[in-house]
């Protein structure tokens, strides 16, 4: 159920699953249809999902481009237990995590996070044809590449750090809550050059065309999330680190509700399974308001006021029970 | 599943952009039901343009001939050289009917991952017609996305040393359209760059 809501607000799987599993065993195709309301808007919103082919998705009986039109409709938070790779995992999972919020608040600056992913395939494409020689045919138009690094890349850096600015005190407050007792999380966003990146570019050029790749930019910074002044990749404990990416996840949704933007679909998708009974009745009562799904394979902390429990065994439905 | 000259007129159909199989198919079908004399219409339209059609020697518009229409036409001002990707983009621009000056057709963008170059496009063919000092003013018309944006700049580096004076159409919101349906893109850049307005 949480799959079907996920895939109806971003057009994919949460859980990263195939097609294949996405659809009941035997049949060709799986069909998602779902009515939302925001305030006094109704939507309604339709999926048809084949195995092989292209997925459609209508809003309200038209066809939609691109998932972002979607927005207005339906918006998810996804919650689960992998995002402690957000944490413990490589570079690349924190900077996912910042440019999925840039694009969720700014059209213009999807197109800059897009500029800045195609530049780099451009440039890489172009390193390689120059076969690590630097002749002045690839010169010229590798300073014509470097440039709209430059000026797409330094915007979304900057755009990067002033979001992680806003970040820091909302997951700082949301660990402490979590944790149950005070905790500073810092986050810390390092640029992988000093200076002007035109400049940096410059400087790590024969490098870049001897290996082939683009060894400085916005592709290679890294956010840096301490605890207590300790980098937590390295030296929080997993349940630390659990925490500190429900943190993260509740910052963001804090951050929406600062901006008055509708809060989104809260999916918890089997979190309480991870955390202790502390730190799960902490969570539940931190939960923004709004709407909020959740599974959970055990028994939820006793504050969750569930307004409606569907028990799921051997993949059918077992029976629906109502609670307050 | 055919056979014959069915089969191969399906296949080439097929061949052609934007055609899938199953319009591919329709069309086929059509063109067996279809008048003798209206299929071979078609047929001739494809033969003049292959025979007739070339690329202008100049500017490397589609012409008829040696040089295209605008290159023929004395009454266009030579000293304005609109530079443009592909011939296509020379019909957008003519439907603004302000534009008097000639044309240059680069035949595509720097895109490495495509493997373009300088060198695949007609980038030595346009400096080669700046050399004589008639043009004086080049406007970059490439596409606006990034590929369009780089070879703007790539040019730009090349030609100002020139001295010739260089200029850059401007992307702003389109006009007489309700600005329900400009793209989400263009109205945040106009949101970005906006003016004070004079009272
Ligand atoms: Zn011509």
């Known amino acids: ?324 | 599943m055919y056979v014959g000259p069915l089969r191969s007129l399906v296949d080439e159909l097929g061949r052609l952009p934007g055609i899938g199989p199953k319009s591919a198919q329709r069309i086929a079908f059509h063109l067996l039901k279809v008048e003798s004399e209206d299929a071979l219409r078609l047929v001739d339209a494809i033969v003049a343009v292959k025979e007739r059609v070339t690329s202008c020697t100049i500017c490397f518009n589609v012409a008829e001939g040696e040089l295209c229409e605008f290159c023929s036409d004395p009454r266009r001002d030579g000293s304005l050289l609109c530079v443009v990707e592909d011939p296509r983009d020379i019909v957008a621009v003519e439907r603004t009917r302000e534009f008097r000056g000639r044309y240059h057709v680069l035949g595509g963008a720097l895109n490495p991952i495509e493997g373009l170059g300088p060198d695949q496009l007609r980038v030595r063919e346009l400096l080669d017609r700046l050399s004589d000092g008639e043009v004086t003013e080049v406007i970059l018309c490439t596409n606006p996305n990034l590929e369009g944006e780089a070879t703007a700049m790539y040019l730009a580096r090349l030609l100002v040393p020139l001295g010739v004076r260089v200029t850059r159409i401007a992307s702003g919101l389109p006009v007489g359209g309700d600005l329900e349906y400009a793209d989400e893109l263009t109205l945040g850049r106009a949101l970005e760059g906006r003016r004070e307005v004079d009272a």
């Open chain 1, 1 to 324: 159920m949480l799959e079907a809501i996920g895939w109806l607000a971003t057009g994919r799987s949460i859980r990263g699953a195939s097609r294949e599993t996405l659809v009941r065993h035997g049949a060709d195709r799986a069909i998602l249809r779902a009515e939302t309301s925001i305030t006094d808007k109704q939507d309604l919103i339709e999926a048809e999902i084949p195995v092989v082919r292209a997925t459609r998705t209508q809003l309200n009986r038209r066809p939609i481009r691109r998932h972002a039109e979607m927005a207005p409709a339906l918006q998810v938070s996804v919650f689960s237990p992998a995002d402690r790779r957000l944490v413990e995992g490589g570079p690349a999972e924190r900077r996912g995590y910042l440019d999925e919020v840039l694009v969720e608040r700014s059209a213009r600056l999807e197109a800059v996070v897009n500029d800045v992913e195609q530049v780099l395939r451009q440039r890489a494409a172009l390193l390689r044809q120059s076969g690590g020689k630097l002749d002045p045919s690839i010169l010229t138009t590798l300073d014509v590449w470097d440039q709209r690094l430059t000026m797409s890349g330094t915007e979304l850096v900057v755009a990067r750090e002033t979001l992680v600015e806003k970040l820091e005190p909302l997951v700082s407050e949301s660990y402490t809550h979590l944790a149950g007792h005070f905790e500073h999380v810092t986050l810390t966003y390092r640029r992988s050059w000093t200076g002007e990146l035109v400049d940096a570019l410059r400087s790590a050029r024969e490098q870049d065309v001897r290996r082939q790749v683009t060894t400085v930019g916005p592709h290679r910074d890294e956010l840096e999330i301490g605890l207590g002044f300790t980098p937590a990749r390295t030296h929080a404990s997993q349940g630390e680190q659990r925490c500190i990416a429900l943190a993260l996840r509740l910052a963001t949704h804090d951050l929406r509700l600062q901006d008055a933007l509708e809060p989104p679909v809260l999916l918890l998708d089997d979190v309480f399974s991870e955390l202790d009974p502390h730190r799960s009745a902490a969570l539940v009562e931190r939960l923004p308001s709004g709407q909020v799904l959740l599974t959970t394979a055990v028994d939820p902390p006793p504050a969750v006021g569930a307004h409606r429990v569907v028990e799921v065994a051997r993949n059918s439905l077992l029976g629906r029970f109502s609670g307050q």
